[in-house]
């Protein structure tokens, strides 16, 4: 009885589609059938592309002319766009992909803002963004990026970056010399490296939080930084020298400091900030009984 009727639901539903053998397909295609059946009917496939059947989460754009960005269906896993004279991709081009695996090739040189995030992206080459030299926003924040170790350095125009909620384990190695805005946070990053900050004198936001920083030593020195921010007391290094500290808040590394659980910083430098040494509190010294170094700079 049961397997009657579900028959029989099959058979409705094939014959919806006026293909006799649908059903074969069984019912995880039978949904892509018919969305590529649609897309055959000019309704989920833009003009001039091709979105075959047998291959639904691809979409075939090459060679096709086009001078604009078509709409990407949210079921488009690859795109294929190369060969074309693309110089224009409007906001809602990308808005309902959902599904894309890479960074679409041949993307116009001319672009200004690349929102990619809500994808499926696993990785960033290099060759994705050569020469967009007037990137200005790149958003690839909730994908599945591993990697990013390439250099970023030729997107001179770029002052935000949004990785945030990837799988990167890594910062991105060189990164633009414009950059204000960088958001790294829920990701897996283990380590700073000592100069990775030193690029861009013009960063004004930083989000790293939520990724697996153990390293015992953080870099921030050289930006314009007012307070300290709140740090680990596993940390044993933080330099912050050279940026706009205006107070010296020791909550930053103890929330309550006592005997048995303090800081366990060994150096820190302040020097080249606002502060001088009389704005060390003096209940310091229970909490950052183990730093040896406090530089203050020398008008302390
Ligand atoms: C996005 O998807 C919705 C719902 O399927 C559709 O109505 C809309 O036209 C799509 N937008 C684009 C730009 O394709
Ligand atoms: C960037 O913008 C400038 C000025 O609008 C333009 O001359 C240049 O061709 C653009 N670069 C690219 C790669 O499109
Ligand atoms: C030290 O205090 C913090 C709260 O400030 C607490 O989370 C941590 O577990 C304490 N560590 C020890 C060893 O007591």
Avoid at 188 to 195: A, C, G, K, Q, V
Avoid at 230 to 256: A, D, M, R, W
Wanted: glycine share 4%.
């Amino acid at each position: 009885m049961h397997l009657v009727c579900l028959l029989s639901a099959l058979l409705c539903l094939s014959h919806v589609h006026r293909d006799p053998f649908a059903w074969l397909y069984g019912w995880h295609s039978q949904r892509y059938y018919s969305d590529s059946l649609q897309a055959a009917k000019g309704g989920e496939c833009p003009d001039k592309c091709d979105c075959p059947p047998s291959f639904p989460v691809a979409m075939y754009c090459d060679g096709c002319s086009l001078t604009a960005m078509p709409a990407i269906p949210s079921h488009v896993k690859y795109l294929y766009l190369q060969n074309n004279a693309i110089t224009s991709v409007s906001d809602s081009a990308l808005s309902n992909a959902t599904s894309l695996v890479y960074i679409p090739p041949n993307l116009p040189r001319s672009l200004r803002d690349l929102r990619l995030n809500h994808n499926k992206i696993e990785k960033a080459t290099p060759a994705d963004l050569e020469g967009m030299d007037n990137l200005t926003i790149l958003y690839l924040h909730d994908n599945a990026v591993t990697d990013m170790s390439i250099s970023l350095k030729a997107l001179k125009s770029l002052t935000l970056l949004d990785a945030s909620s990837n799988k990167l384990t890594k910062v991105p190695k060189e990164l633009p010399e414009h950059l204000h805005q960088l958001y790294l946070e829920s990701n897996s990053i283990d380590f700073l490296p000592e100069d990775f900050l030193h690029c861009c004198t013009l960063l004004q936001y930083i989000r790293m939080a939520h990724n697996q920083l153990t390293d015992k030593g953080l870099d921030l020195s050289y930006n314009k930084l007012e307070r300290i921010p709140p740090v680990s007391t596993t940390l044993e290094l933080l330099y912050l020298h050279t940026n706009q500290i205006k107070e010296f808040t020791l909550g930053s590394f103890c929330s309550f400091a006592d005997v048995t659980n303090f800081s366990k910083l060994r150096t820190l430098r302040l020097e080249g900030n606002e502060i001088s040494r009389q704005d060390i509190p003096s209940e310091s010294s229970l909490c950052l009984h183990q730093a040896s170094s406090i530089d203050i700079g020398m008008c302390a």
